[in-house]
Every structure is written in structure tokens, then in C-alpha cells.
């Protein structure tokens, strides 16, 4: 905040001066705001994983959304360039960072336009590093920061999305091995995924959170698992989305997520939190880019003998969308600091993630307005962002499961 503040005095005005120039140049989209939690080592983070994602990823975008899935190969680049697992400890083979380099990874790929999955691969890391036994750790971390490993969590089924307490797929413990039955739905990374987190019904399939157990699922050449096409969406088409069956898959017993049966529905709330804010950090930095193209089309284009920008209402709408922008950011930002010294509730995450994907949504559609016709053209960049942005206030819990969560707090 200090750098866009007013200044008290000609010192203050001298230090934001310096503040800003020292720091712009960095800054992607001609803001002199910069996040507090940024440092020189995660510019030095952000800069090489720019670089890659523009250079490998951004011109392979139209033919990953042609098929409807990132190339097989992606994972182990991304594992090479080090944005896979940027916050699981190096003993696991992560990057040892912390949740501002996971926030760096995500924004950079939402600035570029690039979806392949790299926040469910996390997620997934994060459910192991969590909940799992040293060798699961062992076993399965250090592969998924190669990319070797692609991840998946599979919880939604067609009759259970926002009640999660309502899955039907089962795991039955017969001797050493689970038996899982059933189907998932809406699975992210499941056409690449060889681990798969599943929610399922344990024990003597008792009803509620208690009966609920998360069960890794180790994909290869296995037995009674089968895989949809991805489905076609709205948007993010170059990351997939799948179903998943399950008929009689049989895995080794230690493949319980924790230490004893019945904690999947507690382990999901918990890790959902870090989704949410993930999904936040995703919103935010394309509302920015956002608002910096269409404040650019703006003044480019001309209608009425004059340029688009020199109309009152454009220039409204854009302050407005500013203004949205600037205010989700500092929230945002509060909310990485927070979660960063483990000081973020629940409740706080669930208000990031359900305001700032609504802002999103709201933010976008305004800039295609301004984008008129074009804006409603593949070609033009804010058409895709705008139907890749819709999916935000559905996934990681509704934006009305949000509510409620926060209606709970009052
Ligand atoms: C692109 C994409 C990727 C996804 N990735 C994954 C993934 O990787 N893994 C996974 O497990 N799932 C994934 N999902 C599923 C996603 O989490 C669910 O779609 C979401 O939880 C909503 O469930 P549902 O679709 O069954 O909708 P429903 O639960 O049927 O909800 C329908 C409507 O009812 C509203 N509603 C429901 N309950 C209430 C209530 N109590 N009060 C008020 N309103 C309510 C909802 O907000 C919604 O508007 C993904 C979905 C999409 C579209």
C-alpha cells in the first residue's frame, strides 16, 4: 500500500519515488503497487518461470485446447524448470519454497493464459505431505515434482459435487488391499494422472464425514480403472477434465491417506483452504491483465471519430475495474501473508476465494463490453480469459458453499 499512499512530507514523497522506480520494472502490468510478500529471490523464481512458460508453454496453448489436454511431455518440463512443487521441502524433492512461490507459479501461468494442471499437481503434493507415511512421502513426492508423476484429486461424483458427504464410490478392506468401486466426475489431470487422491466410502460405509476415507490410487496399467476423454467446456479446454471408473481396482492397504480410516472428510476441508486461496491468486492476476489489455484496446481503438478511451463511460467502467482489481489484490496479499505465518482461517480463505472469483467474473465481462464485438472473438485474447474465468466460482466449492461457509462465522 505504501507506495500508492499519500505522502506526508517531502521525504515520504522522495522514499515513494524511490520505492516505485526501484520496483516497477518489474511489475508486469504498470502497477507501482507491489506485493508486500515479494522479495529479490522471488523476482529472481518469477523471472525464470516467465521465461518458461512464455517460451515452452504459451505457443503450444491452441493445440493443447485442440485435444483437450496438455502434452504428455509438459510435466517433465515443468519438473525441469522447477514449478512443479515449488513449497514441498527439497528432502521430498519440491522446490523448498513456500506458498509465495506456488502464488508466483499460478500467477505467472494465469497471466500467460496457460492451464495444465499445475495447482491440482500441488494439491495433490500437499495431501501427501500432510497426511502421508514417510515412504508414501518418499515414494510418490519426488516423482510428482519431476512431473514423472502427474496427480489427481477425484471427490466429485455426478450425485455428489458441493454435499461431498453423499459419494458412493467405495474402498473395502479385503486382507491388505482396498477394493474401490464407483465413478468420478469432473477429474482435473485425470487423463495424464498416475496418483489419484479418491474420496470414498470406508468401513461398514457408515453415513457422514466419519465414513469417509482418502485412498491413493497408483494408475498405471491397473486393473478395472478406466479414464473418459476429456470433456469439452466453456473454456480452459487445454487443461482436462475427466470421469473415472472404478470396478473392482484393487491397491495395497498402505495406500490410506493418515492413520487410520475415516479422516478423509476433515483432511479434505483442511487442504481445500489451499486450494481456494490458489484459485484467489489465479483470479487476481487475470483480472490485471485484464484491465492493462483492455485499458491498451481502449485507447487503440477509435469509434465516433474519437478514441474509445476518450469517452467518459470507458474510462469509468476502467477506473471501476481498477479499483476492483486493486482492492482484491491488497486482500489477497493479506491473505498470502496470513496464510504464509499459518494465520489464515477458514473462513477468510472461503471469503478470497468467493469474492475475488465473483470480482473476476464481473471485472471480465465489463472488459469484453469494451471490447465490443472482437471481445466476443476467439482470436481476442479477453474472449478466452473471460470463458476461462467462468469455471472459477464453481470449482474448489461453489461460490454458495462459500457463503454458507462464511454464514457459519456469523
Ligand atoms: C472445470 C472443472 C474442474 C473440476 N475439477 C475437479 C477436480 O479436480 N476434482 C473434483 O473432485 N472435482 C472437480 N470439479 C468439480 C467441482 O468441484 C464441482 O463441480 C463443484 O463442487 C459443484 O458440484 P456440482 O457440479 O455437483 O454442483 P451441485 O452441487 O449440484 O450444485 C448446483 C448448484 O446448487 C448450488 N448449491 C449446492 N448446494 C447448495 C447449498 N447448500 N446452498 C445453496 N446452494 C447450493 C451450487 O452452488 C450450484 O450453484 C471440477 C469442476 C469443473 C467444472
Redesign the pocket.
Known amino acids: 500500500m505504501q507506495a500508492t499512499g499519500t505522502p506526508a512530507s517531502s521525504q515520504d514523497v522522495s522514499n515513494c519515488t524511490q520505492r516505485s522506480v526501484a520496483k516497477s520494472h518489474e511489475l508486469p502490468y504498470g502497477s507501482s503497487y507491489e506485493s508486500p510478500w515479494m522479495n529479490a529471490e522471488l523476482h529472481a523464481f518469477r523471472s525464470t518461470a516467465r521465461k518458461f512458460i512464455h517460451t515452452e508453454f504459451a505457443p503450444r496453448q491452441a493445440r493443447w485446447r485442440e485435444q483437450r489436454y496438455p502434452d504428455a511431455d509438459a510435466w517433465m518440463q515443468a519438473g525441469k524448470a522447477g514449478i512443479l512443487l515449488p513449497d514441498i521441502p527439497r528432502e521430498f524433492g519440491g522446490g523448498g519454497g513456500t506458498f509465495a512461490h506456488e502464488a508466483v507459479v499460478l500467477e505467472e501461468l494465469a497471466r500467460a493464459g496457460v492451464y495444465f494442471g499445475a495447482s491440482?499437481q500441488n494439491a495433490v503434493a500437499h495431501y501427501i505431505f500432510a497426511y502421508g507415511s514417510e515412504q508414501q512421502k518418499r515414494s510418490w513426492l519426488p516423482r510428482m515434482a519431476r512431473g514423472e508423476l502427474v496427480g489427481?484429486?477425484?471427490?466429485?461424483e455426478p450425485l455428489?459435487?458441493?454435499?461431498l458427504q453423499s459419494i458412493k464410490t467405495t474402498a473395502h478392506r479385503v486382507g491388505d488391499r482396498y477394493v474401490l468401486n464407483g465413478m468420478?466426475?469432473?477429474?482435473?489431470?485425470?487423463f495424464h494422472a498416475k496418483i489419484i487422491c479418491v474420496?470414498s466410502k470406508t468401513g461398514n460405509g457408515s453415513a457422514g464425514p466419519k465414513g469417509i476415507s482418502l485412498v491413493m490410487v497408483e494408475a498405471d496399467d491397473l486393473h478395472g480403472y478406466r479414464v473418459g476423454q476429456p470433456l469439452e467446456?466453456v473454456g480452459?479446454n487445454q487443461q482436462d477434465?475427466c470421469e473415472m471408473y472404478f470396478d473392482d481396482v484393487r491397491v495395497p492397504a498402505s495406500n490410506l491417506l493418515g492413520t487410520a480410516e475415516g479422516k478423509g472428510f476433515s483432511q479434505m476441508m483442511e487442504q481445500l483452504s489451499y486450494e481456494r486461496l490458489s484459485v484467489a491468486v489465479g483470479a487476481i492476476a487475470v483480472v490485471e491483465r485484464a484491465v492493462a489489455l483492455t485499458t491498451q484496446y481502449a485507447k487503440e481503438r477509435t469509434v465516433f471519430g474519437k478514441s474509445l478511451m476518450d469517452y467518459q463511460n470507458t474510462r469509468f467502467k476502467l477506473a471501476e475495474c481498477k479499483t476492483q482489481a486493486h482492492v482484491g489484490r491488497v486482500f489477497l496479499d493479506d491473505c498470502i501473508e496470513r496464510f504464509l505465518t499459518d494465520s489464515l482461517d477458514d473462513v477468510t480463505s472461503a471469503m478470497a476465494k468467493c469474492w475475488l472469483t465473483d470480482a473476476q467474473c464481473r471485472i471480465l465481462d465489463e472488459c469484453l463490453q469494451l471490447h465490443g464485438g472482437y471481445g466476443y472473438l476467439v482470436d481476442y485474447p479477453i474472449a478466452r480469459m473471460w470463458a476461462d474465468s467462468r469455471?472459477q466460482r464453481?470449482?474448489?466449492?461453489?461460490?454458495?458453499?462459500m457463503k454458507?461457509l462464511i454464514a457459519w462465522s456469523l
Open positions: 491440482t489427481a484429486v477425484a471427490m466429485t455428489a459435487g458441493s454435499d468420478k466426475m469432473f477429474v482435473t489431470d485425470g474420496a467446456k480452459m477434465t469455471v464453481i470449482y474448489a466449492g461453489t461460490n454458495e458453499i454458507e
